[in-house]
């Protein structure tokens, strides 16, 4: 006796949307940019315009502290960016380098 198998066929892209996928872009990249702007209103008088309100800073671990914070502010809205442009390739190498640069 001998039995035939036939291969099942998926179909290649879903046909029903999750619900709520259409409003992803615009919450996390309002939420980057919401990010950006509480950094620079709460940090803006003691370290970004340091020098106008004569706030000076105690070392230089503080300068050090601050830029790898404002780089990852940047970095973070850059990634949304790249997101909601569609380039999946740019952030997934992006994160490789970035991993590497870690280690």
Partial sequence: ???TLTPVRLPDKPTVALPGRR?????FSGTAWLML???LIGFGPTYYLAGVF???LPSQII?????????W???LLAQNSLA????????????????????
């Fill in 63 to 71: 300068h050090v502290q601050g830029a790898m914070f404002s780089c």
């Fill in 84 to 103: 909601w442009a569609g380039r999946w390739i740019f952030i997934e190498n992006w994160g490789y380098s970035v991993l590497c640069w870690l280690v």
């Fill in 23 to 27: 409003f992803d872009h615009y919450f």
């Fill in 37 to 39: 702007a509480t950094v």
């Fill in 1 to 3: 006796m001998s039995a």
């Fill in 73 to 75: 502010i940047v970095l």
């Fill in 54 to 56: 004569n706030a000076p």
